[in-house]
């Protein structure tokens, strides 16, 4: 009877662990498919438009022109040139979640075009839903047909069955199994010794506190009263101060559905990257934020075209930014994007050091432009075109009730 009994069991554990496997695998194979489907089909999209433009005798204004009439599935199509400057632009970037395909020619220049997102997170659900419940249907009738193995009732699975709904409810603390109760069955001992790890690394996870993330605090921030008593300060001295903001849209989104190693990874390199186009152009970071970098440009030192120079370094950064996503759609990942916002303002500043105060008016200025602004554009306030009217093209835009200037092309040489 024992061993009947021993036999039983080893029947039992084992059709527990192979329909555990069954579902992970099924799930496994619907996940791979539904990315190597979606990824397929983006590469064909993008390759089907290349082939558009290749193979067209028009220029590049006709050929946008005769896309955006054939396919209304594209929103807009834009050139830029090997600098990422903005040539052309056809067709109206109205807010909606647009799928970005960037296109190189044979030139350097680079084709960007928004095209109406396809839907396939909900194809992609549904697919991984029926794998795990086709699946799990398995697993269900190989533990009916094993369990008529067994010589007798085996309530080792009941007392797991019995701790896992403990852990879904939240109730960690009699969740965890004594092995000595799986009696003889070696897996299902691992099986208890999994699960009451499983139970550990829960409660430990409970038990770390997320690190708080300071609020934003510009270190040239001082207050009227401080500037008034500090002997460096001269109150008749003023200039413009320029304040860039430069956003990762959808970032909460995107912090949830990719893999934290790799969104790490990616905001480490971006960061780098973007704060030397900044610092190249005279920019001071101010502050890396969670979806933002901030930085000011005429401050501490006086510079020549401030506000040039921040246009510039953030055409440039939004520029590093659409390679990164341009790489990213090539290897199947997801598309990150960003918006840019610029203001300026007349602040006093302090005699010789040149640190401004009340500095964090125009970051106020510039985090609410770059709110409100379209992604992939580099939008400024009223104040900074009219400083830089001469040397850029750009366009006005009413977002909300006030009025900015989309950035369309910056004059080559002046800084």
């Known amino acids: 009877m024992g061993a009947t009994s021993r036999i039983g069991s080893f029947y039992s554990g084992n059709a527990i662990i192979l329909s555990v496997v069954i579902v992970l695998v099924a799930v496994l194979v619907s996940l791979f498919n539904s990315y190597y489907f979606t990824s397929t089909v983006t590469e064909q999209r993008a390759q089907e438009l290349a082939r558009f433009f290749n193979t067209s005798n028009q220029n590049f204004s006709e050929t946008a022109k005769s896309l955006l009439n054939a396919r209304p599935d594209i929103i807009y199509v834009q050139l830029l040139n090997p600098q990422g400057v903005l040539q052309e632009s056809f067709g109206v970037e109205d807010g909606e979640d647009l799928e970005i395909i960037p296109l190189t020619t044979a030139d350097n220049n680079t084709i960007v075009l928004g095209v109406v997102e396809r839907d396939y997170q909900s194809l992609m659900l549904s697919s991984v839903l029926w794998s795990a419940l086709i699946g799990l249907g398995i697993s269900v009738i190989l533990i009916f047909i094993f369990s008529f193995l067994s010589s007798g009732k085996n309530d080792s699975i009941e007392k797991l069955i019995s701790g896992m709904k403990n852990v879904t409810r939240g109730d960690?603390?009699?969740?965890?199994?004594?092995?000595?109760d799986s009696s003889d069955d070696v897996a299902m001992i691992r099986a208890y010794e999994t699960f009451n790890q499983m139970v550990d690394r829960l409660r430990r996870r409970e038990d770390?506190?997320?690190?708080?993330?300071?609020?934003?605090?510009?270190?040239?921030?001082?207050?009227?009263e401080e500037a008034e008593e500090d002997e460096d300060f001269e109150r008749g001295k003023e200039r413009n101060v320029t304040v860039m903001v430069a956003k990762i849209a959808d970032f909460q989104e995107l912090s949830n559905t990719l893999n934290p190693s790799e969104f790490n990874t990616?905001?480490?390199?971006?960061?780098?990257?973007a704060s030397t186009i900044i610092s190249n152009y005279g920019g001071v970071i101010e502050a890396l934020l969670k979806d933002e970098i901030v930085a000011f440009f005429n401050a501490p030192e006086e510079q020549v075209h401030p506000e040039l120079k921040a246009i510039s370094s953030a055409v440039e950064v939004l520029q590093l930014l659409a390679t990164i996503t341009r790489e990213r759609k090539l290897e199947g990942k997801t598309a990150i994007s960003g918006k840019i916002g610029i203001g300026t303002k007349l602040i006093p500043v302090y005699g010789e050091s040149g640190v401004p105060h009340g500095i964090k008016d125009v970051t106020d200025m510039a985090r609410n432009i770059s709110e409100v602004a379209p992604i992939w554009r580099v939008i400024v306030s009223s104040e900074v075109f009219g400083l830089v009217s001469e040397y850029v093209e750009a366009r006005e835009l009413r977002l909300g009730n006030n009025s900015y200037y989309s950035i369309l092309g910056v004059e080559e040489g002046v800084v």
């Open 172 to 180: 960690l603390t009699g969740a965890k199994l004594d092995p000595a």
């Open 266 to 273: 990616f905001l480490a390199d971006y960061r780098k990257a």
């Open 208 to 224: 770390v506190e997320e690190e708080d993330i300071p609020p934003f605090q510009p270190t040239l921030i001082t207050s009227q």
